[in-house]
């Protein structure tokens, strides 16, 4: 079974770190973007940010600076280490990837279950 799995989420005072994990396991081909998306109660599901096989990113405007995207392609995993953190970042984070699942197939979008991440005032 292929699977996303999300962690490093947690509780954090205002200004802190967290750095979130996303594996992708199982029985997997090729491995395209990978990136982060966030959602907040009461709102959409926002790209928080991303990065390519060829290691190009994008980041949202509300987290330049703060937040860096990295990827491991051995270990089929995708970080986000999240610094100087603000109580506007408190979300559910999600974990995002493109995966082919064998030579024939196409790049198809994977999702984790999501991470807490909670920053307090």
């Known amino acids: 079974q292929v699977q996303l799995v999300e962690s490093g989420g947690g509780l954090v005072q205002t200004g802190g770190s967290l750095r979130l994990s996303c594996a992708a396991s199982?029985?997997?081909?090729?491995?395209?973007?990978m990136g982060w998306y966030r959602q907040a109660p009461g709102k959409k599901r926002e790209l928080v940010a991303s990065i390519t096989n060829g290691g190009n990113t994008n980041y949202a405007d509300s987290v330049k600076g703060r937040f860096t995207i990295s990827r491991d392609n051995g270990k089929n995993t995708v970080y986000l280490q999240m610094n100087s953190l603000r109580p506007e970042d408190t979300a559910v984070y999600y974990c995002?990837?493109?995966?082919?699942?064998?030579?024939?197939?196409?790049?198809?979008?994977?999702w984790g279950q999501g991470t807490q991440v909670t920053v307090s005032s």
């Open positions: 995002n990837a493109g995966l082919r699942l064998n030579a024939i197939s196409r790049l198809r979008p994977y």
């Open positions: 199982g029985s997997i081909f090729t491995v395209g973007a």
